[in-house]
């Protein structure tokens, strides 16, 4: 399996933005798909998960603010609304296989800064 991810870029705090991540390869044997960031100097955290049937998952932090879809099998999306200083860090693009293998796509970095 292989991430695409795309979006990310500089937003002002209050500000919105839109992650995508599409995965190619053998897509079928994907269950979860979803987001992990780091910031400098702090490990990997995750964001947002979501499940091959809806079931999402949020770190307490972006609860309210961030939103997770599916859009497809193998296709997710992370919908960031009132952005914030403590939200930069570089996304990453996750997917996790029914025997619990872990993909990782390229990092995306976000800046939320004025």
């Given at each position: 399996?292989?991430?695409?991810?795309?979006?990310?870029?500089?937003?002002?705090?209050?500000?919105?933005?839109?992650?995508?991540?599409?995965?190619?390869?053998?897509?079928?044997?994907i269950?979860?798909?979803g987001?992990?960031?780091?910031?400098?100097?702090?490990?990997?955290?995750?964001?947002?998960?979501?499940?091959r049937?809806?079931?999402?998952?949020?770190v307490?932090s972006?609860?309210?603010?961030?939103?997770?879809s599916r859009?497809?099998?193998?296709?997710?999306?992370?919908?960031?609304?009132?952005?914030?200083?403590?939200d930069?860090?570089?996304y990453?693009?996750?997917?996790?296989?029914y025997?619990?293998l872990?993909?990782?796509g390229?990092?995306?970095?976000?800046?939320?800064?004025?």
């Amino acid at each position: 399996v292989q991430l695409q991810a795309s979006g990310g870029g500089l937003v002002q705090p209050g500000g919105s933005l839109r992650l995508s991540c599409t995965a190619s390869g053998s897509i079928f044997t994907i269950n979860l798909m979803g987001w992990y960031r780091q910031a400098p100097g702090n490990q990997r955290e995750l964001v947002a998960t979501v499940s091959r049937w809806g079931t999402t998952n949020y770190v307490d932090s972006v609860k309210g603010r961030f939103t997770i879809s599916r859009d497809d099998a193998d296709a997710v999306s992370l919908r960031m609304n009132s952005l914030k200083p403590e939200d930069t860090a570089v996304y990453y693009c996750w997917a996790a296989d029914y025997s619990g293998l872990n993909y990782w796509g390229k990092g995306t970095q976000v800046t939320v800064s004025s």
